[in-house]
């Protein structure tokens, strides 16, 4: 945390960016990168089921969000016509796209949960009988 509070102290601009935004943009670019050959990989898979599907949309709204976040960054601040448009389609679609990224995550967690209570509700039932 102290190391990020000194970036932001000493921050120096290039460009009219500060080296902060520079390092955010780079760093969630390099993460949507490797979300698009997670995503991939998981989209070669021959079976799938709702669980990998799951994790599929998790994967895919989180690279969604990383490249909107990375926009939102990136022309933050800029005075045009096309940076106003695009910093105000993008942070809407940061939160939008975290909202639905959490609400298929509580999904895949219930969904996971509910197999794993109904195996061990009929392995207990088994068991005693």
Known sequence: MHFFRTM???S?????MSVLSIFIISFEFVAFIISLIILSI???QKNK???DKDILWIV???AL???SDCLAEFYKGNTSEFGYV???LCNPLVFMFNYLEMGMLAKYLYDSLT???KRKKYYFISSVF
């Open 115 to 117: 197999n794993v209570l």
């Open 65 to 67: 969000l990383l490249i």
């Open 49 to 51: 089921n709702q669980k």
């Open 42 to 44: 998981l989209c070669l």
């Open 8 to 10: 932001i102290k000493y």
């Open 12 to 16: 120096t601009e290039i460009d009219g």
């Open 60 to 62: 895919f709204l989180g």
């Open 86 to 88: 695009m910093t105000h």
